[in-house]
């Protein structure tokens, strides 16, 4: 657990930058959007170092490990606690076997809602007992209260509709396809988040990011498949 901060601090939260594997580099409008945060949370898939590093420019950085990071030399811990000005946080990306995601993903196309089969309670579990989970990975921005923990996700800065060289064969990315189709545009745009906490109190928000994400020359054949 990390503790620090008083009785007030603005977190900024961002998960699923995969710079250096889609994106050339961190996009400028990600950068403006932490700066004067107290502390960063990156729920995952950084995909390398340099994000890291530039994260860190801007202030102390709490990371966690994507399915995506170790390709790229990244060792980070699967989940990290840390208390900031009197709310506890914890952060997990929220990969789970394919499988599972497989099956929450053919449920939610044929509800025409999303399931996420008990993934929140499975999170909460996974941190133990915080006032916040942060998590990333789904690649929309989420906020569910359940039993007084706010489970968040800032949402992601790669979005699989903006990568042309993302791969909609299958029938688990078809599936995908289908499902955030469905979504509200504001669900999966680019976006970062926010905690703002005060005296223990947390009120989250996201950012949309104002310019274009533009793709590099791919190191990888991917920006995100559920389970991979």
């Known amino acids: 657990m990390v503790k620090g901060h008083g009785p007030g601090a603005r977190v900024g939260v ?4 995969h710079v250096g594997e889609v994106l050339p580099r961190m996009p400028p409008g990600v950068l403006a959007a932490l700066e ?9 898939d950084l995909s390398t170092a340099d994000a890291l ?6 202030a102390p950085v709490v990371a966690v490990q994507g399915n995506h990071d170790r390709e790229g030399g990244l ?11 009197g709310a506890t946080i914890g952060v997990v990306h929220g990969d789970r076997p394919a499988p599972v995601e497989a099956l929450g993903g053919a449920v939610s196309l044929a509800t025409g809602r999303g399931q996420t089969l008990g993934l929140t309670r499975q999170l909460m579990r996974r941190v133990g007992p915080v006032d916040v989970v942060v998590f990333g990975h789904l690649h929309e921005t989420f906020a569910q209260r359940i039993d007084g923990t706010l489970v968040f996700s800032p949402g992601a800065v790669c979005q699989p509709e903006i990568d042309p060289g993302f791969g909609w064969t ?17 669900r999966i745009r680019p976006t ?8 223990g109190r947390v009120r989250a928000s996201w950012q949309a990011l104002p ?3 533009l793709p590099s020359v791919r190191v990888s054949t991917r920006c995100h498949h559920p389970g991979e």
């Open 36 to 44: 004067g945060s107290d502390l960063i949370i990156h729920a995952g």
């Open 53 to 58: 590093g530039e994260l860190r420019r801007l």
């Open 14 to 17: 961002v998960s699923d930058t």
């Open 211 to 213: 310019e274009p994400i």
């Open 75 to 85: 060792d980070l811990p699967g989940t990290a606690v840390v208390e900031v000005a």
């Open 192 to 199: 970062v988040g926010r905690l703002d906490i005060r005296d």
């Open 170 to 186: 299958g029938p688990i990315a078809r599936a995908l396809a289908a499902y955030r189709r469905r979504l509200p545009v504001e």
